[in-house]
């Protein structure tokens, strides 16, 4: 299969997958694996791309986020919200500087470690989706500081490919009370600056890999997860709004189980 269809369909996955609690790191290494493409570049790749789909939020929510920017000097909610997002922002950021060689070099080549982090983390979704507290917060951009710190402890987590960092960044909030819709967007939010984040560790660690060719094949990954992912982020929403995660936590285990016997298989 040519690299560039490769590209594309990663872009796909990526976009499809970054804002739903199924763990888009997962699927795209799952995905690296079935299409028999080796690590190095690709697992580069793979990080690279997700900052695509993060643009996409930002595109959606632009006005929301412009406003916010603008009324900063202004507004003590303002300064709350971008507060509240650097809080949460911090305990990822620091266990991803710390951990970043041992999780590409030994977690992205465990598909089964993967496997079952799908499947563990679908049964946690479906258990917290039918018993999580009653809802406290109903803002995204107005969560206590307490909650967003605890939130962000629990996107620590995503570390472990397979968990979901949307998965585990929505668990906790729903656990500290947050609404589903409230928990799922605060999950965007946050995946602004840790994306950017590791977008940036990540290029910079391998940039003398990113040369001619390649550059085109991650510039064509980046712009299909963004359209993608733009699109996906509003039916995400409205499926959470009438159904929960129920939905979600159901595909985990089934991919997660079909992956397990596709490995046994081989």
């Not at 694996?33 to 990080?47: A, R, S, Y």
């Not at 840790?194 to 910079?204: I, S």
């Amino acid at each position: 299969m040519p690299d560039w269809i490769s590209a594309i369909i990663l872009g796909v996955v990526e976009g499809l997958t970054e804002f739903i609690p199924v763990s888009s790191t997962g699927h795209l290494l799952l995905t690296k694996t079935l299409l028999g493409l080796p690590p190095g570049f690709w697992d580069t790749f793979i990080v690279l791309i997700q900052l695509g789909a993060i643009l996409g939020v930002v595109a959606l929510y632009f006005r929301k986020l412009w406003n916010v920017a603008v009324s900063l000097p202004v507004s003590e909610r303002s300064r709350h919200f971008v507060l509240s997002v650097f809080v949460a922002f911090l305990p990822g950021a620091l266990a991803g500087a710390l951990l970043h060689v041992v999780i590409k070099e030994v977690l992205f080549e465990s598909p089964r470690l993967i496997c079952w982090s799908l499947i563990i983390g679908g049964v946690v979704l479906l258990v917290i989706d039918r018993r999580a507290p009653a809802p406290r917060e109903t803002d995204a951009m107005a969560l206590s500081l307490r909650t967003s710190l605890l939130v962000g402890l629990f996107q620590t987590l995503a570390l472990i490919p397979g968990v979901s960092r949307s998965g585990g960044t929505i668990v906790g909030a729903m656990l500290m009370g947050v609404e589903k819709r409230a928990a799922a967007e605060f999950s965007f939010f946050l995946a602004m600056p840790t994306m950017a984040g590791a977008f940036v560790l990540d290029f910079w660690s391998s940039r003398g890999d990113l040369q001619g060719d390649r550059i085109g094949l991650l510039a064509l990954g980046f712009a299909v997860s963004f359209v993608v992912g733009y699109a996906v982020v509003k039916v995400m929403l409205e499926v959470v709004s009438r159904r929960g995660f129920a939905p979600f936590g159901w595909w985990r285990i089934l991919v997660g189980g079909a992956g397990l016997a596709l490995l046994g298989a081989g």
